[in-house]
């Protein structure tokens, strides 16, 4: 079948001659500790490391094992070294009083490293939005420079059509979500912020993002006023108004000061506690009438009450 790949790969030439002996010891050689003064961090990390619990409790065990897991680093022309995973192992080495941080120095270029930086940060448990919207941004260009080099043949390389349908098969998520991710990345820092903290949503945080830098500072002032984010359909509005060049900040005003359905008042009464202080013989249809009718007579009482005392 025409593109299908060979279920079998050449052993390279030199694996012929060496031991497996020799090729475990010439791995070893590539792992060091390395000072910390020396690592700088990769350029535009998209994932937060922060002192948090699950830091502090690396912080102990790394005081008790060291780093079992070396981690990753690529030398750069200057002579120091570029960190490409391990970033919250640095941290942990930082706190904890040392010096030197176990590392694998490995052999990439930009590119290569931006797509394994992605893919080793991925492995985290808890990932925020802004998190993964810079890092799928980042893997995707990286991607895409890599799929357009040419080979030592000056031709395009065969099979690396990389893209968002590619970046979808890898990370398991579909184009459109990916999609969604990217534009966050459009947000300022404060809408972006209240995506993470769970107050906007992703569908109305990418309507924001179509919105310039003036307009989503208008907004954030207004979230600030009204204590209040905009619902989906507000943003929707938002932006049509944007497009259209009649978002001014009286517009934003007069959109997001409306009151919504979900921000309207409710009360909510447990059905089984209800139920058994209403007769029997009133049907469920009618149970509103029912406790309205008991409230006024209630209210109608402690107001004769109230009158009677102050006699």
């Known amino acids: 079948m ?29 792992i060091r500790d390395i000072p910390l003064e020396l690592i700088d961090d990769f350029p535009d990390h998209p994932f937060k490391v922060r002192d948090d619990e699950d830091m502090m409790q690396l912080v102990e065990s790394v005081k008790e094992r060291g780093v079992i897991t070396p981690a990753t680093v690529r030398q750069k022309e200057d002579g120091r070294y570029e960190l490409v995973s391990g970033h919250r192992r640095k941290r942990a080495c930082e706190l904890a009083g040392f010096e030197t ?19 080793s940060n991925f492995q985290r ?18 991607m895409k420079r890599q799929a357009g080099r040419p ?27 990916i999609q969604r991710y990217i534009r966050l990345t459009n947000l300022v820092s404060e809408l972006l912020e209240f995506v993470d903290e769970g107050r906007i949503k992703m569908r109305p945080a990418v309507e924001l993002s179509y919105l310039d830098e003036d307009c989503q500072r208008d907004v954030v002032d207004e979230i600030d006023l009204n204590d209040a984010t905009p619902s989906h359909d ?23 000061s409306e009151e919504k359905p979900n921000q309207k008042e409710k009360i909510v009464l447990r059905g089984d506690r209800v139920r058994q202080l209403i007769p029997k013989n009133i049907p469920v249809s009618q149970t509103e009438d029912f406790v309205c009718k008991a409230l006024e007579h209630y209210n109608k009482f402690l107001r004769n009450r109230a009158e009677r005392d102050s006699r």
Not at 11 to 20: A, I, M
Not at 125 to 142: C, D, G, V
Not at 151 to 176: D, F, I, W
Not at 235 to 254: C, D, P, V
């Open 234 to 256: 507000q943003t929707i509005r938002m932006r049509k108004l944007f497009s259209e060049g009649n978002l001014t900040t009286e517009a934003i005003h007069a959109v997001m």
């Open 2 to 30: 025409a593109g299908r790949k060979s279920d079998f790969t050449l052993t390279k030439l030199d694996d012929l001659f060496t031991t497996q002996a020799q090729r475990d010891e010439e791995q070893l050689s590539k």
């Open 125 to 142: 448990s808890e990932i925020l939005p802004s998190e993964k919207a810079f890092a799928y941004k980042m893997r995707l260009e990286a």
């Open 101 to 119: 941080l176990r590392s694998e120095i490995v052999d990439l270029n930009r590119d290569e490293a931006t797509i394994l930086m992605v893919e």
């Open 151 to 177: 080979t030592k043949n000056n031709l395009v390389p065969v099979g690396q059509n990389y893209s968002r349908e590619e970046l979808a098969a890898q990370s398991g998520e579909s184009q459109t979500q």
